[in-house]
T-cell receptor, first 115, second 110 residues
Framework: DAGVIQSPRHEVTEMGQEVTLRCKPI?????LFWYRQTMMRGLELLIY????????DSGMPEDRFSAKMPNASFSTLKIQPSEPRDSAVYFC?????????????FGPGTRLLVL | SQQGEEDPQALSIQEGENATMNCSYK?????LQWYRQNSGRGLVHLIL?????REKHSGRLRVTLDTSKKSSSLLITASRAADTASYFC??????????FGQGTTLQVKP
């Protein structure tokens, strides 16, 4: 298996632009997570899905952020409009199951810089 | 606020030495996991310890858990330059979500 795939790996955009991050989870995994990592706040869970359904989006910072999972093999995280404070590394992770110590498998991340 | 607080924030040792990282948390947990992150990469799962376990080993890794003190430690024995990375503890909440600590950055000098 190729692992969790994220694209793009790097994104530089200007304030106000729309940004779309993409993720392909590991085949067979029924949970998908979006995290954001910054020096100041560490690794934060933004939202997670179970069987393509959003379960908990309490970590989504603002209405400018939205996430979708149209099918079991694809998810997007969209920021519209983007702001400089959104600059961070965004990780997608997937797992088979949730509670009980299930391992989460992380993608390589998308490094976003909003100018 | 983050569930896990890690200590130290940064650690620099010589190859061959042991490295110990500590994690403290605030509420009761189901289990605790340790992850590693190489620079510019995603996190990789290292080891899981359940709330009814006190110690666990995996290769050169030894993890302890003290639920009375709400703390865990990760020991890497006979460190190698390739162990240079950031190490995170993650506690599982009662909803199953993982809450990550701020991490310890380990540098192993050859």
């Amino acid at each position: 298996d190729a692992g969790v795939i994220q694209s793009p790996r790097h994104e530089v955009t200007e304030m106000g632009q729309e940004v779309t991050l993409r993720c392909k989870p590991i085949s067979g995994h029924d949970y998908l997570f979006w995290y954001r990592q910054t020096m100041m706040r560490g690794l934060e869970l933004l939202i997670y899905f179970n069987n393509n359904v959003p379960i908990d989006d309490s970590g989504m910072p603002e209405d400018r952020f939205s996430a979708k999972m149209p099918n079991a093999s694809f998810s997007t995280l969209k920021i519209q409009p983007s702001e400089p404070r959104d600059s961070a590394v965004y990780f997608c992770a997937s797992s088979y199951g949730l509670a009980g110590g299930e391992t989460q498998y992380f993608g390589p991340g998308t490094r976003l810089l909003v100018l | 606020s983050q569930q896990g607080e890690e200590d130290p924030q940064a650690l620099s040792i010589q190859e061959g030495e042991n490295a110990t990282m500590n994690c403290s948390y605030k509420t009761s947990i189901n289990n605790l996991q340790w992850y590693r992150q190489n620079s510019g990469r995603g996190l990789v799962h290292l080891i899981l310890i359940r709330s009814n376990e006190r110690e666990k080993h995996s290769g050169r890794l030894r993890v302890t858990l003290d639920t009375s003190k709400k703390s865990s430690s990760l020991l890497i024995t006979a460190s190698r330059a390739a162990d240079t990375a950031s190490y995170f503890c993650a506690t599982e909440s009662n909803t199953g979500k993982l809450i990550f600590g701020q991490g310890t950055t380990l540098q192993v000098k050859p």
